[in-house]
């Protein structure tokens, strides 16, 4: 996904990762926000300020239908 850009948002933050499996998806902020049952304007103001807990992440992505992941590489690209 890391081949859009998405305005002031910057590409190494969450809201970029959500912005961009939005549009790959063909889901709209409002649409996003409707599911989280908040107004379109919360949500892209949550965007703005791209706070968001793990716990927010992985609902987000259970509700647009991905699978949230993190996990911790070292330097020499193994997984711990």
């Not at 890391?2 to 002031?8: A, E, I, L, P």
């Not at 409707?34 to 908040?38: F, Q, V």
């Given at each position: 996904?890391?081949?859009?850009?998405?305005?002031?948002?910057?590409?190494?933050?969450n809201a970029f990762d959500i912005k961009a499996a939005l549009n790959e998806l063909g889901i709209t902020i409002a649409e996003l926000g409707?599911?989280?049952?908040?107004s379109?304007?919360?949500m892209s103001k949550r965007l703005l300020d791209d706070?968001?807990?793990?716990?927010?992440l992985k609902h987000i992505a259970e509700l647009i239908g991905c699978e949230?992941?993190?996990e911790f590489t070292t330097r020499d690209g193994?997984?711990?």
């Open positions: 996904f890391r081949h859009k850009v998405f305005g002031d948002i910057s590409a190494d933050s409707k599911r989280m049952n908040i379109k304007q919360a706070k968001f807990s793990p716990a927010d949230y992941i993190t193994d997984i711990v």
